[in-house]
């Protein structure tokens, strides 16, 4: 029996004794210690061609793959929620999250609405217009600001979101892919964190230049 794998485990967990110190060891800690302490090799990607090695930086930046990977997995689900949103009323996922987001407050702000799905003040507006148009949100005033005006969502609204919701769900059991449980949760883990990252700069450095954000 080859024990070289135990050798190297044994080796791993001694490391990981002793940059924890005093903390009390745990199966749990080490193995997020291993995730993070020990670069996990790359899939290879037809989308990246051969010419990349003439460049004096041939090999793609970890955070520049990340963004390709996040945009790519966009592109995914927009092309699967479009069929899944087939007869509907809802033409895109925006119109949908506005629905759900709406769903969990009694009313909103229209500003409020666009900021909480991270779109700038046209695209938002524009979302809004349509679902108002077709009588899934309704627009009243709003008693504490007369210059805003409130939106929320329609007995008609509810009948369409809650009619997505299956189909919807079936897109997400997609998108999971062969991951197992175990991998969405840790993932869903890192992607929680870098939204709060990037929600924070949202709401409260929205106006910096990119400069001042990347220090």
């Known amino acids: 029996m080859d024990y070289s794998f135990i050798k190297e485990l044994i080796t791993l967990a001694g490391v990981y004794e002793q940059e924890k110190g005093d903390t009390p060891p745990s199966s749990t800690d080490f193995a997020c210690w291993l995730l993070n302490n020990n670069p996990v090799p790359r899939l ?16 793609e930046k970890t ?7 996040v945009t790519y997995l966009y592109r995914y689900a927009r092309g699967y929620t479009k069929k899944a949103l087939e007869g509907s009323p809802l033409q895109s996922a925006d119109e949908f999250g506005y629905l759900a987001t709406l769903l969990s407050f009694d009313q909103l702000r229209k500003s409020e ?9 046209p695209t938002g507006t524009e979302i809004i217009n349509r679902l ?11 008693p ?13 609204g509810k009948g369409v979101i809650f009619a997505a919701f299956a189909r919807l769900g079936r897109v997400s059991d997609l998108i999971g892919g062969e991951l197992s449980v175990h991998e969405k949760q840790h993932l869903l883990h890192l992607l929680q964190k870098l939204d709060n990252f990037h929600y924070h700069l949202f709401t409260h450095q929205k ?3 990119l400069d001042s954000l990347v220090k």
């Open 144 to 156: 504490t600001d007369k210059r805003s005006k409130l939106v929320r969502i329609t007995p008609q």
């Open 44 to 59: 290879p990607d037809e989308r990246v061609g051969p010419a990349l090695a003439q460049y004096e930086t041939s090999i």
């Open 63 to 69: 955070e520049t793959t990340i963004v390709r990977m």
């Open 207 to 209: 106006q910096e230049t």
């Open 132 to 142: 108002l148009k077709q009588g899934l949100i309704e627009q009243l005033d709003d």
């Open 113 to 121: 609405l666009i900021a909480k799905n991270i779109h700038e003040k």
